[in-house]
C-alpha cells in the first residue's frame, strides 16, 4: 500500500520510513492494547530515542492510506524493539492492533517528533493527559525521576482504572477526571487547581498538555495566558479530535 498525498507531504519534510515487525502483543485492559515490536533499524538510524519520541504508523481504511501518530514505549536501542500502546475504540487503528500477530508488519515514517525538556530543568511537573497519551506521560515522568509531578488524566472508561501508569508515589500525585461534556470537567477542573499550584512565580515550573485538540487547545491558552507561564514551559499537542 502507498502512502498517498500524505506520504508523498512527508517525504518533502525529510520523513525517513521504516517497517515494523509485530513479535507479540497483550491486552492490559479491555480498553487497552499493548503491541511489541522490532523497530525495522529506526532507533539505530536515529542514534536512539528521546522523551515521549512518536512515529506515524500507516494503516489502510477502505483502500486508503491512513497514518496516525504514537509514543515508543520502552524503546531499546541496542535490541532494536519497543513497544505500542493503544487506546481502543472505533476505527482502523484499533482493528489493526486488537488482532496484530508476531510476523505480521506495519509501515511507520519518522517525521515530526521533537522534545527536549527546558534548561534549567524543571523544579516541579504538572501533566494534562488521557489514554491516549498515556504512553507518553509515561516516557515524560521517567525522563525527570525524582521531580514533583500533579497529573490530572482524563478517564472515559470504567476499566482506566487499571491502566499502566509509571508513577512515583514519594513525587507523584495523580488526580483521575471522569470525561464529561466533551472535555470540558476536565479543563474547569484543571483552572481552578493549577493557578494555587503554580503560585505566583511558575518560572521554574513546567506545564505538559496532550488531550483531545480543544481541550489542549483551551489548557495551553490559560497557562500561558492567564497564568504567564513562560513559553518555553508549556509544552502542548493535541493527540485526537472529538467527533
Same mark, same amino acid.
Given at each position: 500500500m ?5 506520504g508523498?507531504?512527508?517525504?518533502l ?6 517497517t ?10 479491555e ?23 512518536w512515529?506515524?504508523?500507516w ?15 520502552d524503546p531499546d ?5 519497543f513497544s ?9 487503528a ?8 508476531? =510476523?505480521d ?5 519518522l517525521q =515530526?517528533?521533537a ?9 516541579r511537573?504538572? %501533566?494534562i493527559?488521557d489514554a ?6 509515561? &516516557? ?5 525521576p ?5 497529573i ?6 470504567? &476499566? ?7 508513577l ?8 483521575? %477526571? ?7 470537567h476536565?479543563?474547569a ?6 493557578p ?16 483531545d ?6 489548557? &495551553? ?11 518555553d514551559?508549556v509544552n ?6 472529538? &467527533?
Amino acid at each position: 500500500m502507498g502512502h498517498g498525498w500524505e506520504g508523498v507531504v512527508l517525504k518533502l519534510m525529510r520523513g525517513r520510513d521504516f517497517t515494523f515487525t509485530v513479535t507479540g502483543a497483550e491486552q492490559v485492559t479491555e480498553d487497552f492494547h499493548r503491541v511489541h515490536m522490532k523497530d525495522g533499524g529506526l532507533l539505530a538510524a536515529t542514534g536512539g530515542a528521546h522523551p515521549t519520541m512518536w512515529v506515524r504508523i500507516w494503516f489502510e481504511d477502505a483502500g486508503k492510506p491512513h497514518q496516525r501518530a504514537y509514543t515508543l514505549v520502552d524503546p531499546d536501542p541496542a535490541a532494536g524493539t519497543f513497544s505500542l500502546e493503544f487506546a481502543l475504540h472505533d476505527g482502523v487503528a484499533s482493528d489493526w492492533a486488537r488482532t496484530a500477530a508476531p =510476523g505480521d508488519t506495519i509501515d511507520a515514517t519518522l517525521q =515530526g517528533t521533537a522534545f527536549s525538556l527546558p534548561d534549567p530543568g524543571p523544579a516541579r511537573l504538572f %501533566v494534562i493527559g488521557d489514554a491516549a497519551s498515556l504512553p507518553a506521560v509515561n &516516557s515524560l515522568l521517567a525522563a525527570v525521576p525524582g521531580t514533583p509531578a500533579t497529573i490530572w488524566f482524563e478517564t472515559a472508561h470504567a &476499566s482506566d482504572e487499571k491502566l499502566p501508569f509509571r508513577l512515583d508515589p514519594a513525587h507523584h500525585t495523580l488526580h483521575r %477526571v471522569p470525561r464529561r461534556d466533551a472535555g470540558a470537567h476536565l479543563v474547569a477542573e484543571v483552572k481552578e487547581a493549577l493557578p494555587g499550584l503554580l503560585g505566583e512565580d511558575p518560572s521554574d515550573a513546567y506545564v505538559w498538555i496532550a488531550c483531545d485538540t480543544a481541550t489542549t487547545r483551551a489548557l &495551553s491558552t490559560f497557562a500561558r495566558k492567564d497564568l504567564a507561564v513562560p513559553k518555553d514551559r508549556v509544552n502542548a499537542l493535541g493527540y485526537w479530535r472529538a &467527533s
